[in-house]
């Protein structure tokens, strides 16, 4: 049975444990791996831009053994309508696992429903679960546990954030999400979210005594025209060293990337002693390394 990662929820609690380990374990053995993917072929479907994802993506399969297929969405027949079933039944004859990044949850779905390859969601609209695998595996590096954590979401409840909300819901730590009104976590998100999720409004309470303070820009991709609007509505959620100084002296604070530096983050956060934005960036190496070896050799 071939098995997707299209949302966090698609993993147990001793799952994301055992790949944060196997990440941590792929970057203590640098080069010096075994090469279990000769022969399996990866495509990566992408719908949006991408630095760290697509390179993390591509360079795990490399330095396991196999290949990569970069497929700009725009540049398929999607772009010129064919189905995604048909798409999905097509690509399935020739690879081995595909990895989508697009605007719609529901595409991703789709895609996994008709294929018969594992589909890896690399970013929609509605959530990054990779991502916050391999942030989960910078805390772990961190702090020597992930579990038990007290962790704070300063900014715009989007993807990013959804997919930390159900991290929390399967680990069980404390998230407190400060959010703008009207900017708030989706509610079928937080309908699932379990009891130790909450959302303030004031990004001072949000981190107070916390070990982690996350980040995220304001306007995500595809949110372009709001973004005047938006850089108004944000106005007081900005990660700075103010806010930094409300949360216990070893926090860690983190940003997926890409930043707009002095907008949610100021620059002198992001490149201070508290920040781990590049090791989060590096882990997406090791992490993807982990969670294709599971997928693609479904074990
Ligand atoms: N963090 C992240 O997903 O970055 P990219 O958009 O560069 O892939
Ligand atoms: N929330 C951001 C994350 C980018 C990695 C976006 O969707 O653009």
Known sequence: MKKDFLTVLDLCREEILELIDKGIRFKEKGRRVKRTLVGYTLGLIFDKASTRTRVSFETAMFRLGGQTLFLSKAETQMARDE??????????????????????????????????????????????????????????????????????????????????????????????????????????????????????????EAVRGSDVINTDVWASMGQESQRKKRIADFQGYQVNEVLVKGAKPDVIVMHCLPAHREEEITSGVLDGPHSVVFDQAENKLYLHMALLEKLLLRA
Not at 94 to 111: C, H, I, N, P, W
Not at 160 to 187: D, K, N, Q, R
Request: with cysteine; aromatic share 6%; hydrophobic share 40%.
């Open 83 to 204: 189905t995604v079933p048909d798409t999905a039944r097509v690509l399935s004859r020739y690879l081995d696992g595909l990895a989508v990044r697009t605007f719609s949850q529901k595409l991703v779905e789709e895609m996994a429903e008709w294929a018969t390859i594992p589909v890896i969601n690399a970013l929609t609209d509605r959530y990054h679960p990779c991502q916050v695998l391999s942030d989960l595996m910078t805390v772990k590096e961190k702090k020597g546990r992930v579990e038990g954590l007290k962790v704070a979401w300063v900014g715009d409840g989007n993807n990013v954030a959804h997919s930390w909300i159900e991290a929390a819901h399967v680990l069980g730590f404390e998230l407190s999400l400060a959010c703008p009104a009207g900017y708030h976590p989706h509610p079928e998100v937080m309908a699932r979210a379990g009891g130790r999720v909450r959302i303030l409004d004031d990004p001072k």
